[in-house]
């Protein structure tokens, strides 16, 4: 199989920022995958590994930030379409 990296961008809707339970939902979808998954927070170097609950809070996204997903790995199709469902659903806020 192919592996390409998949990217795409999407923008924090969560009103109280990026906290523990939308970091949790993340890390814990992340994990169901063997892709790699990572948040570039943009306008900025830092990013974290999805599957780190620590890296994704230090990231200290706040509402309306925009980040960068990158994915990488035999299921990235997959893995990508489950943090969109996340990012859309605003983590079921």
């Known amino acids: ?7 795409k961008k999407f ?3 969560c009103k109280q920022g990026f906290h523990l339970r ?3 939902a993340l890390m814990e979808a992340a994990t ?3 892709s790699s998954i ?3 927070k943009d306008n900025s170097d830092n ?3 999805a599957k780190s609950i620590l890296g994704l809070m230090s990231l200290g996204l ?10 990488e790995g035999d ?13 859309l659903s605003n983590f079921g806020e």
């Open 1 to 7: 199989m192919c592996i390409i990296m998949l990217e």
């Open 11 to 13: 923008t924090i809707g």
């Open 22 to 24: 939308p970091a949790q």
């Open 32 to 34: 169901g995958f063997s």
């Open 38 to 40: 990572v948040v570039k």
């Open 47 to 49: 990013e974290a590994d």
């Open 62 to 71: 706040d509402y309306n930030q925009p980040v960068t997903v990158v994915v």
């Open 75 to 87: 299921d990235e199709a997959d893995a990508l379409a489950a943090v969109e469902k996340l990012f």
